[in-house]
């Protein structure tokens, strides 16, 4: 069964703390992507990965940086909080070319 | 660059009624449609693609047409149930561009029993 795993579902930090997002596929998918998601402006797509070590920006990149180390794991980093960036983190992954998306359950990030 | 348009933004029906969400997009190279549901509290999951070689696809009560002359497309709930309540996003991609999707703002559907 298909499964993309975020290492927390709710997460409350401060403004300018250092804050790492997680995700996991088990379906050895080459794309990997981090969206935000906000009331009435739907899902943002923030950064993508093609493969390992590749990264492309996303229509809304600032004040986040990703990382991807190995293919099955793609991480958000917010590298100083800030508290416009409360807001629902969704991870996805697919096969590459196919289009068809699988979403991890999110985490809703709340700063303070 | 793509942009999708959904209305509309909450839809609220009577158990047993249809539903119909559209959607539009500007991009007439975009050849691939998914529509996902989203439940609370958890990630959005597909329900029903379309791609533009066809004009109307059919799983169950659920079904999505595509007019590419117009740019637009439409879910088609029918015979609506209290589970069928959700948020709904469209969404528009080139097959082979890396499989960037750009999605609509959502609708959230309540079915009232």
């Known amino acids: 069964d298909v499964k993309v795993t975020q290492s927390s579902r709710y997460l409350v930090k401060r403004t300018g703390e250092k804050v790492f997002l997680e995700c996991v596929q088990d379906?050895?998918?080459?794309?990997m992507f981090w969206y935000r998601q906000d009331p009435g402006l739907g899902l943002r797509l923030i950064y993508f990965?093609?493969?390992?070590?590749?990264?492309e920006k996303g229509d809304i990149p600032e004040g986040y940086s990703v990382s991807r180390e190995k293919k099955e794991r793609f991480s958000l980093i917010l590298e100083s909080a800030s508290t416009n960036q409360t807001s629902m983190y969704l991870c996805a992954s697919d096969r590459g070319f196919t289009d068809t998306q699988y979403f991890g359950p999110g985490t809703r990030l709340t700063v303070l | 660059g793509e942009n999708v348009e959904q209305h509309p933004s909450t839809l609220s029906v009577q158990e047993g009624d249809s539903a119909v969400i559209k959607c539009t997009y500007s991009d007439s190279a975009s050849n691939y449609f998914p529509w996902y549901k989203q439940e609370l509290g958890k990630g959005p999951q597909l329900i029903i693609d379309?791609?533009?070689?066809?004009g109307e696809k059919k799983d169950q009560r659920i079904a999505v047409t595509l007019n590419k002359t117009a740019k637009h497309f439409s879910l088609h709930i029918t015979e609506t149930q209290p589970e069928d309540s959700a948020v709904y996003f469209c969404?528009?991609?080139?097959?082979?561009?890396?499989?960037?999707?750009?999605f609509g703002k959502g609708t959230k559907l309540s079915v009232k029993p």
């Open positions: 969404a528009a991609s080139k097959k082979g561009s890396q499989g960037n999707l750009i």
């Open positions: 379309i791609r533009s070689n066809v």
């Open positions: 379906m050895d998918h080459e794309n």
């Open positions: 990965s093609y493969d390992v070590k590749m990264k």
